[in-house]
């Protein structure tokens, strides 16, 4: 989830960090840089079990908004906490990439 854009673990925090907040689940990502991410991931195949990706995206979005143009390693630590059971973090960096590249050339 996002708490005002941010990612946060759902799973970590009591309802009431959240009173007053911004709160968005991965249902609302539903446009720009959301639908950027999740149109990356099928393209890249991301997905296998599906354990990992609703936090993946969340904290894929949540990186590109903040910083448009990611390197590998800010890549790594602002994914690092989400766990793969699957091992496609090859496949997360190239689509988290591919996501930034399509929103560069839009703006």
Same mark, same amino acid.
């Given at each position: 989830?996002?708490? %005002?854009?941010?990612?946060?673990? !759902?799973? /970590? #925090? $009591?309802? !009431?960090?959240?009173?007053? @907040?911004?709160? =968005? +689940?991965?249902? &609302?990502? =539903? !446009?720009?840089?959301?639908?950027?991410?999740?149109?990356?991931? %099928?393209? *890249? /195949?991301? $997905?296998?079990?599906?354990?990992?990706? +609703?936090?993946?995206?969340?904290?894929?979005? +949540? #990186?590109? !908004?903040?910083? $448009?143009? $990611? =390197?590998? %390693?800010?890549?790594?630590?602002?994914? /690092?906490?989400? #766990?793969?059971?699957?091992? =496609?973090? +090859?496949?997360? /960096?190239?689509?988290? *990439?591919?996501?930034?590249?399509?929103? &560069?050339? @839009?703006?």
């Amino acid at each position: 989830m996002h708490i %005002d854009g941010v990612a946060a673990r !759902s799973c /970590q #925090l $009591p309802l !009431s960090a959240v009173a007053g @907040k911004r709160v =968005t +689940s991965i249902e &609302g990502l =539903t !446009s720009g840089i959301g639908a950027a991410v999740q149109a990356a991931w %099928d393209k *890249h /195949q991301v $997905p296998q079990c599906g354990y990992c990706q +609703s936090g993946q995206v969340m904290a894929a979005t +949540s #990186l590109l !908004s903040r910083n $448009p143009k $990611p =390197t590998d %390693d800010q890549i790594v630590e602002a994914m /690092q906490g989400n #766990l793969c059971r699957c091992g =496609t973090y +090859s496949r997360i /960096q190239a689509a988290v *990439h591919d996501a930034a590249a399509k929103l &560069g050339a @839009k703006r």
